[in-house]
């Protein structure tokens, strides 16, 4: 069974920096599109951005260009969302999704259009 994990979340003052990681303990994700969303209380799930299998990003909120970049490491086997100039809006739980199947680009709507999920990740900007 596939099995996304992320990890690097926590809080963060506004104006800081945070890097999230998306690894699979028994999956290599070369080569296979992954993509970030968030959901902040209350609202709806949104997509942040996507990593396709060739490494081209895809942006699917306006809110996050100039601050957020998407990479991947093949050789620590993980995705990574750096996030920058964070904003108490940024508030949200952060889940990593794949798509399949491997050669995938990302997909057109980014909030909900992945085969697997991490758990997700708790981000929260805050004084």
């Known amino acids: 069974q596939l099995q996304l994990v992320e990890s690097g979340g926590g809080l963060v003052q506004p104006g800081g920096s945070l890097r999230l990681s998306c690894a699979a303990p028994?999956?290599?994700?070369?080569?296979?599109?992954i993509g970030w969303t968030r959901q902040a209380p209350g609202k709806e799930r949104e997509g942040v951005l996507c990593?396709?299998?060739?490494?081209?990003?895809?942006y699917f909120s306006n809110s996050v260009k100039g601050r957020f970049t998407i990479s991947r490491d093949n050789a620590k086997n993980a995705v990574y969302l750096q996030m920058n100039s964070l904003k108490p809006e940024d508030t949200a739980i952060y889940y990593c999704?794949?798509?399949?199947?491997?050669?995938?680009?990302?997909?057109?709507?980014?909030?909900?259009?992945?085969?697997?999920w991490g758990q997700g990740t708790q981000v929260t900007v805050s004084l």
């Open positions: 028994r999956f290599i994700l070369n080569k296979y599109a």
């Open positions: 999704g794949l798509v399949l199947p491997q050669g995938s680009s990302c997909p057109k709507r980014g909030d909900f259009d992945y085969d697997y």
């Open positions: 990593i396709s299998s060739t490494d081209v990003s895809t």
